[in-house]
């Protein structure tokens, strides 16, 4: 009886460590489990990286089609009468005459010789009664041309005849850009424009001036360039930087910059090209980089200091330490590019029903509503996303107050960056010039991301400074509406020869929304 009892136990205790060991192996293959789709999603958003399209444009609002017609019927909605409508075709000027209806016109005439001018069939002579007319666009390369400044010395003869001493005149001459060197207005200009607009390295503008005959060293340009942008640009610079912090809604970013002789650093090193620009308030736009060796928070609060607005900024810590004045406004883009992250991690057969989908569709319906509000002023807008958006806005924080997954999947960082952010994603319903994106700073910040990929790293702290301060003059000059090239040779023409400390009213003349020549604006057609 008592060995019966002794093997019953026994066995009670190998069936409870059995179920342990079941127990522990199905705990061990769930987290397996995870782990291996937590790598799977790795694999597919890394080939999706560097194979798939970065276009911020959703190939997965696609789905919506297949439901449509249950989404768009309504019963209340009336049919409209049938009426007969009349098209009156009108005849529109074609793209190609419209393009070139401005630019200079060189005429060539063909004309026939006297001998074949004589009618083929009568023998008398011929006149003209039409032509025909081939047009063709010709480009002129660039030229080199010598400019000589011939200044004219006068003297008295009557002086001379009848004086100890004679007065000498000199008729008055312009200044040069930079004093002793043969560098023109146009050729600096010219330059600045091809590197800074057109992304051409020094280097490359070297071989191009070899093949015109012309030896210019990249050293040679690159001291034209430093020189220009420190001695004159930077007036201009200062200047348009107290117009951007008395503004009230500023957008900022920043990227990476390698500078290879910087002290205490590494050639290896990064560091900051920082970007603050205006918003959509009704001013001038103006764009201005600023280079840091580092990316300190302190950097925006330097930069930004006697500003008090709102600052529209991706998600870094750095801008949230700002003074109180200044209220950060979230970037909804950034949000929704983690939820469609996620979606380029699953398999297609997974996107339907998939919370990263239901994640980006909140996103996409905030979207919408800008879109839709796009014409209304600030003061209709704000009141229209009280009314549409801030409901939204509800229903997506708790939606993702209750989604429950692991912080390190590609779900779970998209959600929690959302969370992390939403007090500042939350601030652009405060004013309705505010902005549901800081898509404007990064557009203005994309011309010195592809500048990079060409010369890749600054050689000096002096060249990376000189370098914001010339993509600000530019960029600036674009969203004015101007010229780049043709608006910094009007700057180093006009800056050398005009008195700017004592003669504060020049700036008028000088910025680019002030008066400025003609030939300064980019000619658009009607």
């Known amino acids: 009886m008592e060995n019966t009892e002794n093997k019953s136990q026994n066995q009670t205790e190998y069936i409870r460590q059995l179920e342990e060991i079941c127990l522990s192996q199905k705990k061990q293959i769930q987290v397996l489990d995870q782990k291996m789709n937590w790598l799977l999603e790795q694999i597919r958003l890394s080939k999706h990286k560097r194979f798939g399209t970065s276009s911020e444009k959703s190939e997965y609002d696609q789905l919506n089609l297949f439901n449509e017609a249950e989404k768009e019927a309504d019963e209340n909605v009336t049919e409209p009468e049938l009426e007969e409508i009349k098209y009156k075709r009108k005849k529109r000027v074609g793209k190609k005459e419209e393009m070139l209806k401005d630019l200079p016109v060189e005429t060539i005439e063909y004309f026939l010789s006297p001998e074949e001018q004589e009618c083929p069939k009568c023998g008398e002579p011929m006149h003209i009664i039409g032509k025909d007319v081939r047009r063709e666009l010709k480009i002129i390369p660039a030229q080199a041309v010598v400019v000589e400044h011939l200044r004219y010395v006068y003297g008295c003869r009557s002086c001379e005849k009848n004086s100890d001493s004679t007065p000498i005149v000199k008729a008055p001459v312009s200044e040069p850009v930079i004093k002793g060197s043969m560098a023109s207005p146009s050729t600096v200009a010219y330059i600045m424009s091809q590197k800074y607009v057109n992304a051409l390295p020094l280097y490359r503008q070297e071989q191009e001036f070899e093949r015109l005959g012309i030896d210019i060293s990249r050293q040679t340009m690159a001291n034209w360039v430093i020189r220009c942008a420190m001695d004159w640009l930077f007036i201009v610079y200062c200047v348009m930087k107290e117009m951007l912090i008395s503004r009230k809604l500023l957008c900022a970013d920043e990227t990476v910059i390698q500078v290879l002789k910087e002290p205490g650093k590494p050639p290896q090193s990064d560091s900051r090209m920082w970007l603050y620009r205006t918003g959509d308030d009704g001013g001038p736009p103006i764009v201005l980089y600023e280079y840091q060796p580092d990316r300190k928070a302190k950097r925006p609060k330097e930069f930004l200091e006697g500003f008090k607005g709102f600052l529209h900024a991706d998600g870094y810590e750095g ?194 929304w002030g008066k400025l020549p003609e030939n300064c604006y980019v000619k658009k057609s009607d």
């Open 319 to 512: 801008y949230h330490s700002l003074p109180e004045d200044i209220i950060i406004c979230g970037c909804w883009s950034h949000a929704r590019r983690k939820f469609k992250e996620v979606l380029k991690s699953l398999k297609p057969s997974e996107y339907l029903g998939s919370k990263a989908l239901a994640g980006k569709t909140y996103c996409d319906q905030l979207f919408q509503i800008e879109k839709n509000l796009s014409e209304c002023t600030p003061e209709e807008r704000y009141e229209k996303r009280l009314e549409l958006a801030k409901p939204i806005l509800d229903v997506f924080y708790a939606w993702l107050k209750s989604v429950d997954v692991l912080p390190q999947s590609a779900l779970g960082k998209a959600v929690n960056y959302t969370l992390g952010q939403w007090e500042y994603l939350d601030n652009y319903l405060l004013d309705g010039r505010c902005e549901i994106s800081n898509n404007r700073a990064e557009r203005s910040i994309k011309p010195f991301v592809i500048g990079r990929k060409n010369f890749l790293f600054a050689d000096t702290v002096r060249g990376a400074k000189a370098s914001a301060i010339i993509y600000s003059i530019t960029e600036t000059a674009k969203e004015n509406g101007l010229n780049p090239m043709n608006y910094l040779s009007y700057l180093f023409e006009k800056m050398p020869n005009v008195d700017l400390k004592s003669n504060l009213d020049i700036f008028g003349l000088l910025l680019p």
